[in-house]
């Protein structure tokens, strides 16, 4: 009986260690090794094809609306530096996010990072999370688009009669046709091929930096004609404070958002390891340069104070005298709204492929059109799904979601390049098909190790019995292996290893702590003040550990090399983290019990599919160094 129990207890742990080593297990890099079946997608971007893609994505007509609201109402004249700070924070992530483009350049993005750094259940929340960004922002730039299109026409009454906004009676529902037909119209550009879409693309985020770059022209000289009213003022260039600076750049943060959709089109770009850190550097600078330019014509233009909260740029040209440059403003707006809408749509296809392909999702989203070679039935799926979102709902309200998804991909992807600097994988999954090779490639190094042993034995009694030498470099330069010996026994890479990890685990449960006690404004300030002082304790000495840890040396093999590093590990991962992590506390209670109730969803469907049709399923993990000589050994036989 005791006997029995224990056998049914050993078996019931058996059961539990192995469920949480599949929920973050690891998948391999896709590689020169690594042959899919089927059509595979098409390599025509170039950085230039990126850049029009980020910042198309980037620059969405909320610009256009931003620097009035955050100027009268946090920053006034300093809105420049506003989004000059707010862009230094974007680029925290686009450094993580140009290292692990370039190691890693498969569809995916986030999900694609996470899964090969950190697991398989944290890459689906991820993926899940992207999913819910990419389709309430698709639909809720589609909503912004009709507006301004009736705006730009003098009215609605001036629109088309199909396409006008009206009340279905028996529902009580608000309709957008516009809006709908517009999302169909990108999903068919987006289907047409991958070349044709970006050249769209490129088109449409021209018309809409030129529309900038007329604000920038010609608001100037008149802010030269008018002498600079704007910073005339008693109240100085900070009239709110450093805190009304810095609120302004948490605000305006979030219009840098949307360079990580270069990231998507990774299959699809001809030299990624270049092109793909080069698009994400000139699009955030390209953004960060036009939005500077813009905030200081504005704001110097009219008073920070007298700026319209609703149309900030066409009222102040209009108090120039230059009211026919609100066609002009408008039409960047309608533009910049395109673009977005085709940015936000872009991605999406591609992460449901790449989930399809790993088997978290059914393999009906993985089919590549043999034609156009994109992933038609994907894009159709999400385009359809934007399309009925933007007609039958009004989405504003579920914007703050958008934003949710976007601060924890950032987040997970500066964590991803901890662990991959410090304790990146050390084995790799190969499919069970290849269990023959495994163990025949295992018993081969496994012998010419014992061998190694031996000989290194050997090699000591010869040492023993030769004279000493007196000086250490001269004994290690005519004996290596002793010389080798002591050096790993110094070093002891495994200890080392285990601590980056629980030092990252720490580093990350500091700024948990401390983020959310900063937060959280409903508490006494004693208890916020404690909070805050323990997890900036942790979070200060796990980081001052890891500064002083060697980085892991099997780093220099991980992935592709020969792309970009991100610099000043592990300190910019660090204020990346902290930073997003803040922005993802500040959010409203309802938006995180919203974004709560998708993600259990997704877990859900996670346990119930994911989890039993994951490709790793009976997937065989071995060692790193072992990868070539199994590949060799396959190839041979096949041959």
């Known amino acids: 009986m005791i006997v029995s129990m224990q056998d049914k207890g050993e078996a019931l742990l058996s059961k539990c260690s192995k469920g949480f080593k599949s929920l973050v297990r690891r998948k391999q890099v896709d590689s020169v090794h690594v042959r899919r079946e089927g059509h595979q997608l098409a390599r025509k971007l170039t950085a230039l094809d990126l850049t029009a ?26 809105l420049t530096v506003s989004f000059l700070i707010a862009g ?35 890459a689906w929340l991820i993926g899940w999370s992207l999913i819910l960004e990419y389709t309430i922002g698709g639909a809720a730039i589609a909503g912004g688009i009709s507006p301004n299109i009736a705006l730009f026409l003098g009215g609605e009454g001036n629109l088309p009669a199909f396409l006008v906004r009206h009340t279905i009676p028996q529902l009580g529902v608000v309709v957008d046709p516009c809006a709908a037909i517009l999302v169909l119209i990108v999903t068919f550009l987006l289907c047409a091929g991958i070349k044709e879409s970006s050249l769209v693309q490129t088109i449409v985020t021209t018309v809409n930096v030129c529309a900038m770059l007329f604000i920038i022209v010609a608001g100037g000289y008149l802010a030269c004609k008018t002498g600079w009213v704007g910073y ?8 709110f404070g450093l805190n009304g600076m810095l609120a302004g750049s948490a605000i305006v943060f979030f219009s840098y958002i949307g360079f990580d959709a270069v990231t998507g089109a990774a299959e699809e770009t001809k ?90 999702l059914p393999a009906f989203f993985s089919d590549i059109s043999t034609r156009t070679h994109v992933p038609v039935k994907s894009t159709v799926t999400t385009g ?24 924890l991909a950032f987040t997970v992807v500066a964590i991803s390049i901890l662990i991959l600097r410090y304790a990146p ?17 295992r018993k081969q190094l496994d012998d010419d190790s014992q061998s190694m042993e031996r000989k290194e034995f050997n090699d000591v009694d010869i040492v023993e019995q030769s004279p000493s030498q007196s000086d250490h470099g001269e004994a290690s330069i005519q004996y290596p292996l002793i010389e080798k010996q002591f050096s790993e026994d110094k070093q002891n890479p495994q200890r080392r290893r285990n601590i980056a990890v629980w030092n990252i685990a720490l580093f990350c449960i500091g700024v948990l702590v401390l983020t959310s006690a900063a937060s959280a404004e409903y508490l006494p300030s004693l208890v916020r003040f404690s909070l805050g002082t323990v997890g900036a ?22 992935g592709h090399t020969g792309g970009f590093l991100c610099p000043f590990v592990p300190f910019l991962p660090a204020a990346c983290i902290l930073i997003n992590a803040y922005l993802l506390m500040s959010l409203g209670v309802g938006t995180w ?8 969803m997704g877990a859900l469907v996670y346990i119930s599919y994911g989890w039993r049709h994951s490709s790793l399923t009976n997937a065989v993990y071995v060692p790193m160094a072992y990868l070539d000589h199994i590949y060799r050994a396959s190839s041979s036989h096949q041959v």
């Open 53 to 78: 893609i980020g910042v198309g994505t980037t620059i969405g007509a909320g610009v256009y609306v931003l620097v009035g609201t955050v100027a009268r109402e946090h920053t006034g004249p300093a």
């Open 271 to 360: 030299r990624p390891l270049r092109d793909l850190p080069l698009g994400i550097g000139m699009t955030l600078t390209l953004c960060c340069i036009l939005y500077m330019l813009v905030s200081v014509v504005i704001v110097g233009l009219v008073p920070y104070y007298a700026l319209n909260p609703d149309t900030p740029i066409s009222s102040a040209f209009s108090a120039n005298g230059m009211q026919w440059a609100a066609y002009i403003v408008t039409a960047g707006a309608v533009t910049a709204l395109c673009a977005s809408l085709m940015g936000s749509l872009l991605p999406q296809p591609r992460l449901l492929m790449a989930m399809a392909r790993d088997g978290l």
């Open 593 to 600: 019990i919203r974004v709560s109730i998708w993600l259990i």
């Open 232 to 239: 005339e003022l008693h109240g100085g260039f900070f009239p």
């Open 425 to 441: 994988p050390e084995e790799v999954p190969l499919p069970s098909s290849l269990q023959q090779f495994i163990d025949s490639v």
């Open 537 to 558: 304790a942790i979070l200060l000495c796990s980081l001052v550990v890891l500064a002083c840890l060697n980085q892991d040396e099997a780093r220099h093999s991980f």
């Open 384 to 407: 359809m799904l934007a399309a009925v979102l933007a007609f039958f709902m009004d989405v504003s309200e579920l914007s703050g979601m958008v934003s949710v998804g976007t601060l």
């Open 88 to 122: 230094l924070a974007a680029a925290l992530s686009a450094f993580c996010y140009a290292e692990l483009a370039s190691r890693c350049p498969s569809a995916g993005s986030a999900y694609h990072y996470t899964y090969i750094c950190i697991g398989e259940s944290v």
